[in-house]
């Protein structure tokens, strides 16, 4: 069974930083990409970052690109999200997602196969 499990969610201030996790077993997938998307009360599900385990491509949404990045431990089966310079608008639920035999890279949210059961962030201005 394919389990992806966020962490490292929290409270943080305005200017602060954090790192979330996610942890994914039960994969006997030769190919897929792990993406991160948020969901803020009231507002769609948006695609932030993801990454390929082919070659480790990344690719980010524009809204966070210099102040997020995607990395990957394959030896810990885990995918990390190093999240800088907070903002209030950052509070959300953040969420791992998996697609697996990824044609490309991107954050579509149908192209993703799996999916993790959220982890809160929320930035005190």
């Known amino acids: 069974e394919v389990q992806l499990v966020e962490s490292g969610g929290g409270f943080v201030q305005a200017g602060g930083s954090l790192r979330l996790s996610c942890a994914v077993s039960g994969f006997t997938f030769d190919a897929y990409a792990i993406g991160w998307f948020r969901q ?3 507002k769609e599900r948006e695609g932030l970052a993801c990454i390929s385990s082919h070659d480790e491509s990344t690719y980010y949404a524009d809204s966070v ?3 997020f990045t995607i990395s990957s431990d394959n030896a810990k089966n885990t995918v990390y999200l190093q999240m800088n310079s907070l903002k209030p608008e950052d509070t959300a639920v953040y969420y791992c997602a998996a697609e697996i035999r990824p044609i490309g890279i991107g954050l579509a949210l149908p192209l993703y196969d799996y999916w993790g059961q959220g982890t809160q962030v929320t930035v005190s201005s």
Do not use: D, E, Q, S
């Open 40 to 42: 803020a009360p009231g």
């Open 65 to 67: 690109k210099g102040r």
